[in-house]
């Protein structure tokens, strides 16, 4: 427990940090506060699992909306190392001048999972299109290596850090990577994530520091 405590005070140092960063910065850097409610059903059959979301993003140095989104998915277990599966995202984003636009997302998705002791890894592909009017599609290939650890027996605490660069398929061209580290915790039926994550952009000079918190409810 105390392990827990320390991950999260370091996380909300580097919330103050990072946002003190950006207000000194404001044309090149942006802080902000990146939460989700899931719900995750009964896997049917043991083979089909399905989640549901809502999430808010803020920007502007923590000050502003960002976007509202709403998020389905349905994974399919191959095997105990391997997930398929496809979602679709729908976004409303804020503009400048306040109005929201609707967006939205659609993907497929690969999963690999592995487990050494008490590390885990996994490996995420997974190619989106995100678009406001069908006739203007966005592709981008997304791969996501995460790697979490379990410090302490029958302790459900967590640590984790993942990388995820994004490639620009329409132009052929890397456009930004994320970086991340956060600790996931899990009690009966509900898990916390709480991270930081850093967005460096590779077409623009622009830094997103993100402070995140995700809640799972599972069946």
Known sequence: M??????????????????????NQNDKRDAGLWTTASF??????????????????????????????????????????LLIGVGYEFFLNRGNNGRYTPEHRYYPEGILSYRIKRFSASFRSRLTNTFTQWRHPFFEHRNRVKVSYSPIRKVPVNPFVYAEPFHEMTKYRFRKIRYAAGCAYTFNRHQWDIYYMREDYHTRPFTRHVIGIDYTYSL
């Not at 105390?2 to 207000?23: C, E, K």
């Not at 049917?44 to 709403?70: H, M, P, V």
Request: with cysteine; glycine share 10%.
């Open 2 to 23: 105390r392990g827990s405590i320390t991950v999260i005070g370091i996380l909300f140092l580097s919330f103050f940090f990072f946002a003190s960063q950006a207000q």
């Open 40 to 81: 995750a059903p009964r896997p049917i059959a043991g083979k089909w699992k399905t989640l549901y979301t809502l999430e808010y993003r803020s920007k502007g140095n923590f000050g502003e909306t960002d976007l509202f989104s709403g998020m389905v998915k349905c994974h399919y277990k191959m095997n105990r190392y």
